[in-house]
Every structure is written in C-alpha cells, then in structure tokens.
C-alpha cells in the first residue's frame, strides 16, 4: 500500500508524510522543493522508510511516473504564502491548474483508488455564516484582484477533483485547512511576521513592553490550528473520509488577531500594546471552520492555543534572535 504525497517536503505534507506513516502507510514523495525543503524528511530518507522524488507537478511525464504502484493520492503540492499571490499569480494558477488536472489524469490511468486533495478556505473567501460549514458557497470577490490566484486555483482544483476525478471513477475526498500553523512553517504568513517585527521592536527581546503597529484594527478573527492538529486531521479526512465529500480542517477557537499577537508577546515576555493600521485589500474579517463533520470521523484538535503559540513563538525568535546576531 503506497501513498502519493505531492508537496510531501512542505509544512503540512512533511507532517501528513510522518502521520501517515504511524499508521503503516508506505509514502513516496513528489515535491519540486520550491518552498519545502528535503530536510524536513531526511530521516526518513536515511532510514528508507519513504521514497523521496524531485519533480514539478506541472510536468505530465513526471507525474506519470511518481503515480506509478500509487494507491491513494494526496495532492498538496501549491503555491502559498499571500506575497506570492500578487508577485506571480500566474505561476500560482499554472500550478494550480495544471498540477491539480496532471495528478487526476495520472490516478485515472494508473488505477489509483483514491484522490484526496487538499483546498483552502480562501475558496469561500468571506463566508455568509461563521462558524463556517462544507456548504458555504465558494466565491472570488474581485477577478482583477491577483490575490485570488490562489484561492481561484483551489476552486478550480475542486471541480476538476470532484467532475473529471469522480465522475470518471476515482474516490475523491477535499479537506479544507483553515490557519495551519507551527514552527518551521515558513516565513510568509502572519505569525512568523508578526514573531520578526516583536523581535526588532523590542530590539532583540530586551524591551519588556513595546507599541506594535499591525495590519486593521485587529478584530479580525481566524481559528488557529496547531500542525500536529492539521496533520492528524487531513489523515482522517483523507483516510476515511466519505467519497465525493469535503471536510473543513482546524480549531473552533475564533480568535481575534489583536489576541494572537498579544499572546504571542506573551509567549516571549514582551508586554504588547496594538497601534491600528489599514487592512490589506482582499482581507476577510471573520473566519472560524466549523469542524462537526470532521469531529464525526474521530477528529478532535489537542494542542491548545496557548501552548501552540509558545511553541512556535520560541522556534521564531530563535531564528530571528540568530538572524539579528548574525547581522552583528
Ligand atoms: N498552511 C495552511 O494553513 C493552509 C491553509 C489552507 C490550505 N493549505 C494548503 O495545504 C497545502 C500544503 O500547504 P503548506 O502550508 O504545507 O504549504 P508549503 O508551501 O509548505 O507546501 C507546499 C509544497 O508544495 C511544493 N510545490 C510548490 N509548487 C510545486 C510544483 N510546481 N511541483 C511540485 N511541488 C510543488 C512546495 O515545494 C512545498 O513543499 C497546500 O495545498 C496549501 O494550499 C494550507
């Protein structure tokens, strides 16, 4: 039984790859390491526990040839980070696109069983009821917006999952990540920023009370959803998940962002206080998943808040505290 993990050296596919593994799941790897990093498996390379391959998921032929013996695919690999949203829209929705229609073509001729991918809630982007369930309508605000590369990308990933995949045999299973964090999750997203700018204005952790300006008033929620959390949940979303359904994959903790960054001061003994600025066009103001129909297949998130944000806050400061010591 060999499961396919594209974008396998990323945050969350290097966590699903070990997860998956706990629970005797033999894993190849298909990931081009343009944001994952080989590192993140090289244990498990050394001990020849998986099978890491270096492709482009928007390469046919290499694909093909990463399907090959494949039971069950997990398509991950996608362009994330929101800078890059505006930086190279096109590469987002190229791989997007063609990555999502390469790998559904590769398990339909290579008789895999199932195909399981991984979408977002930027789909539904700001949804009509929080906490938000499966059935929420997807949408893209504003299509001159490059923003919505990426979550233009997923939908049409999610078509082409559930009407070229299903509708031609394969068993498919979506499972929205809402907020996937934890250390080493890379650097373009809001906690690793907000960690770096706590470090340089508080001059290295040394002040012990600073003034910090963010992006809106922070009143914005999100629902923050520890790694190990988000791992065990796209296995059991993926694993026994219904056929031709979709999950949504986090914490039901809404939490607003003026709490994340006071808690991630805490977390490093520097006392906050928020100075507002404005909000980045395209932002959503509330989002928070509800997980009910995730919670019926054995899902439940362990890591609280707290704790998930010590863990991450120190792996961030460290390396920002060496980047700055660095830096002499
Ligand atoms: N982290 C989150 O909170 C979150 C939220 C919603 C959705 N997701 C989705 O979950 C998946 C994993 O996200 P992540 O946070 O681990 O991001 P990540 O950037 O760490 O992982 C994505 C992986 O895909 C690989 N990749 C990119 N382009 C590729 C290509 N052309 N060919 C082969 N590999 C390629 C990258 O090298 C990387 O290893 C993505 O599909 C992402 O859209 C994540």
Redesign the pocket.
């Known amino acids: 039984m060999t499961h396919l993990v ?2 396998g ?5 290097a966590a699903l790859v070990r997860e998956l593994l706990s629970r005797g799941v033999h894993v190849r790897v ?7 990093r080989p590192a993140r498996l090289a244990d498990l390379v050394d001990a020849g526990r998986i099978e890491l391959v270096q ?4 390469d046919a032929a290499a694909v093909h040839a990463a399907t090959k013996g494949i039971e069950v695919v997990w398509h ?6 929101t800078r890059f949203f505006y930086e190279k829209p096109d590469q987002v929705l190229e ?1 997007g696109v063609k ?1 999502s229609l390469n790998t559904i073509e590769a398990a339909l001729s290579h008789g895999v069983r199932r195909y399981v991918l ?5 789909t539904y982007n700001t949804p009509t009821h929080v906490p938000t369930n499966e059935s929420e309508r997807l949408m893209i605000p504003d299509v001159t917006n490059p923003r919505f590369s990426y979550g233009g990308g ?1 939908i049409a990933a999610e078509l082409m999952t559930l009407h070229i995949g299903g509708h031609r045999g394969l068993e498919t299973v979506i499972f ?6 934890g250390p080493d ?2 650097f373009e997203h809001v906690i690793p920023e907000i960690v770096e700018r706590i470090v340089e204005v508080s001059d290295g952790l040394k002040a012990k009370a600073i003034t910090l300006p963010i992006q809106g008033d922070g009143s914005e929620t999100r629902a923050f959803c520890y790694i190990d959390d988000g791992a065990r949940g796209a296995a059991i979303a993926g694993l026994q998940g219904n056929s031709g359904e979709i999950y949504h994959l986090g914490t039901n903790c809404e939490t607003s962002i003026a709490d994340l960054v006071i808690g991630l001061g805490r977390a490093l003994g520097v006392e906050i206080t928020i100075q507002p600025g404005p909000l980045q066009v395209g932002g959503t103001r509330r989002r928070c998943p509800d997980i009910a129909k995730l919670s019926t297949l054995g899902y439940t998130p362990e890591v609280g808040l707290d704790d998930g944000l010590a863990r991450s806050a120190r792996w961030y400061a460290d390396h920002f505290l060496a980047k700055r010591a660095s830096r002499g």
């Open positions: 594209t974008g050296s990323g945050f969350i596919g298909l990931d081009d390491h343009s944001r994952g492709g482009d998921v928007r991950l690999a996608y362009i994330n980070g791989v990555g991984a979408s977002t809630s930027e997923k929205r990540p809402h907020n996937v964090y999750m890379g």
